[in-house]
């Protein structure tokens, strides 16, 4: 069985961040999105991706649900 994954955008800061630091807290294992790398806080699996630009996401979407 795969391990369960949360996908939380913007986990680079602000509210993204903080759900991304609680769900690891409580043994989720977190897959982040965002434009810019978050710090060494992060033990998840970290996927750089600009969610404005739609190929790109939907590029990311497809190797995150390959994996996860």
Do not use: N
Not at 27 to 35: A, D, E, I, P
Not at 38 to 49: C, I, L, M, R, S
Request: aromatic share 4%; no cysteine.
């Amino acid at each position: 069985m795969t391990e369960a994954s949360t996908l939380v955008t913007g986990v680079s800061k602000g509210i993204g961040r903080a759900i991304a630091e609680e769900l690891t807290r409580r043994g989720q294992h977190v897959v982040g999105v965002s434009r810019s790398k978050p710090g060494d806080w992060f033990k998840g699996t970290f996927v750089a991706v600009d969610l404005g630009d739609a190929a790109a996401t939907d590029d990311a979407l497809k190797d995150i649900l390959s994996r996860h």
